[in-house]
């Protein structure tokens, strides 16, 4: 089992920052790729970014690119999302997802999940 816990979620304008951390514990940490998905209200969940257990290997959706950077520190069994150039439409519940394999993270059906942390951007 690996727990997953999201922090760093908040209220933000438009043009503002902010960066949500993931902390894992349980299994090795590094054995696995994490990933970041959000889910708007009346939406479905989508793909924010991955990385590779080595982060040798990242990958955003479009709409981040360029604004948001995916980071790991495997000492400390945490992945984070650097969040800039925020919008209101990247309100969104965040969410860290882990598999072994990185493809079944980016596809969202990673074994492993947190609870999600609220991300608000004001207009």
């Known amino acids: 089992q690996v727990q997953l816990v999201e922090s760093g979620g908040g209220l933000v304008q438009a043009g503002g920052s902010l960066r949500l951390s993931c902390a894992a514990s349980?299994?090795?940490?590094?054995?696995?790729?994490m990933g970041w998905f959000r889910q708007a209200p009346g939406k479905e969940r989508e793909f924010v970014a991955v990385i590779n257990w080595s982060g040798g290997s990242i990958s955003y959706a479009d709409s981040v690119k360029g604004r948001f950077t995916i980071s790991r520190v495997n000492a400390k069994n945490t992945v984070s999302l650097q969040m800039n150039s925020l919008k209101p439409e990247d309100t969104a519940v965040y969410y860290c997802?882990?598999?072994?394999?990185?493809?079944?993270?980016?596809?969202?059906?990673?074994?492993?999940w947190g609870q999600g942390t609220q991300v608000t951007v004001s207009s």
């Open positions: 997802a882990a598999d072994h394999i990185l493809r079944t993270v980016v596809a969202g059906t990673g074994i492993y």
């Open positions: 349980g299994r090795t940490f590094s054995n696995y790729a």
